[in-house]
């Protein structure tokens, strides 16, 4: 919409009825001759011109203001932008602060399970690292697995004599097999203790040993005295009850070539399952779980500082996108404003070429009715006619344009202010980073004063 309305001379000579008012009145002689200022006609020729011309006037000032308004905001803008990028360099800061004393736990736990790790080191002797810990599940399935070996071998073995055929054999094999491979794991877990320095920790483990060959020996020795008792046609509860008493007789004196088979797969399964129990942790009993808790700390410590360094990187990304978005609006509000200066001229302008037809509207409408008057008329016409009309001059107020030179400067004021803040939260960034240690630094220095803000582990 045009800010200045437009004056159509014929549709208000229309409205006006000018020439016929003008042709009546001339007829009359009216205006008399002697007649001083404009009659009512011309006088509402007057009002009504003037009444579009305060319109287009109003029309002006408040486009002016709003061009002013843009100026002002323009004068706002680094304020706002200096705003936006302190607060970004302050929450950033405080997330850093938050992230190193959530991260002070896991790095004193990790300092504290390096040193306990050396320290049990110096003590015991080691110089080696500790042996991989597979896990309990891992045991507890070649456990199955030799159960499930030797019952299906010894089931045939067993079965001979046996009034439940292969069915009875199989459940004999299973419970010999059960006792077989879970005391020879049992005893080769305790053994271990014979590496330990500690004297009584070393009986313990030789005492484990022995108690181990012995029932090896014992066990497998009298499962195949009992199945010869079984061979020489004896019942299951003969045989059983004579087992013992044969083992300790005659321990070496088997019948058959299968009894003796059945002993030495007996001893190769209590070998294995023996070996498996020596070898399910570290051979030195006590330093695997010191490494594992090592290990753990390790881990933690890892997690958090990779849970600190992506949160941190995530809001330093979004500190600069929201710098970057208050830099791209304050930065179009400031083309806005300089586009104002441009407005304001432009404005200006076309408020002279109004004003000017303002006046000469009014005096085209004036001469419309006069002259239809003058045409009529029989005595001569008052000098009021000859007298031309003009509105009050308007004077709009100067365009003040060193704005535009301050909306400019503005403008790489706040470039400035954006890419300072930036570059400061970057800085904040590494220095958050190399504040937070890496795993080394951290088993060799522990929580440094000042930083962690909990001093050194104990």
């Known amino acids: 919409m045009s800010v200045f309305p437009s004056i159509d001379t014929k549709a208000i000579a229309g409205a006006l009825k000018l020439q016929e008012q003008g042709r009546d009145r001339g007829l009359h002689n009216q205006p008399p001759p002697d007649a001083a200022g404009f009659d009512h006609v011309e006088t509402g020729i007057i009002e009504k011109v003037e009444e579009l011309r305060r319109k287009g006037l109003e029309n002006y000032e408040n486009n002016r203001r709003v061009y002013n308004e843009r100026l002002a905001r323009a004068g706002q803008a680094s304020k706002e932008v200096d705003i936006a990028a302190g607060a970004a360099r302050n929450d950033f800061g405080a997330l850093v602060q938050v992230w190193r004393s959530r991260i002070v736990a896991a790095r004193e736990r990790l300092n504290e399970s390096y040193n306990w790790r050396n320290r049990y080191r110096q003590i015991h002797r080691l110089e080696r690292p500790a042996n991989e810990f597979h896990g309990w599940v891992n045991v507890i399935a070649l456990a199955l697995i ?32 059960l006792v077989n491979v879970g005391g020879s794991l049992l005893l080769g877990y305790l053994a ?13 483990g030789l ?15 009298a499962v195949a005295h009992f199945r010869d008792g079984l061979e020489r046609g004896l019942v299951w509860a003969e045989a059983a009850a004579q087992a013992v008493p044969g083992l300790i007789a005659r321990p070496l004196e088997l019948a058959s070539l299968e009894s003796w088979l059945l002993v030495g797969l007996g001893a190769l399964i209590s070998v294995l399952a023996f070996r498996k129990g020596w070898h399910t942790d570290d051979p030195y009993p006590g330093y695997g779980p010191v490494e594992r808790n090592l290990e753990q700390a390790r881990l ?12 941190l990187q ?14 791209e609006q304050v ?33 085209h409408l004036l001469a419309i009715y006069r002259d239809a008057n003058l045409a009529q008329r029989t005595q001569p016409a008052p000098a009021a006619f000859n007298t031309p009309y003009a509105f009050p001059a308007f004077a709009p107020e100067a365009i003040d344009a060193s704005r535009r ?4 400067a503005e403008a790489e004021r706040v470039k400035a202010t954006v890419e300072t803040a ?29 930083r962690a803000g909990r001093g050194e582990a104990a």
Not at 193 to 201: E, G, H, I, K, T
Not at 314 to 327: G, H, T
Not at 344 to 362: P, T
């Open 146 to 177: 030799l159960i499930v070996l030797e019952a299906g071998m010894n089931s045939y073995l067993f079965s001979k004599g046996n009034e439940f055929g292969l069915l009875g054999g199989l459940l004999v094999a299973v419970i010999v097999s």
């Open 192 to 204: 271990r203790y014979m590496n330990r320095r500690n004297p009584l920790a070393k009986l313990m």
């Open 207 to 221: 005492g484990a040993l022995a108690l181990w060959l012995g029932l090896a020996g014992a066990l497998n020795l």
């Open 300 to 311: 933690r410590y890892e997690e958090e500082l990779h849970a600190a360094l992506e949160d």
């Open 314 to 327: 995530k809001r330093r990304d979004e500190a600069i996108e929201e710098l970057q978005d208050a830099n």
């Open 331 to 363: 930065r179009d509000g400031i083309t806005e404003a300089v586009d104002a200066l441009f407005g304001q001229s432009s404005l200006g302008a076309h408020l002279r070429a109004f004003l000017e037809q303002c006046d000469l509207k009014v005096a």
């Open 405 to 408: 030179l301050t909306a400019e």
């Open 422 to 450: 930036i570059s400061e939260i970057f800085d904040q960034f590494e220095t958050a980073r190399q504040q937070f240690s890496v795993t080394d630094d951290v088993e060799l220095d522990g929580p440094k004063p000042g």
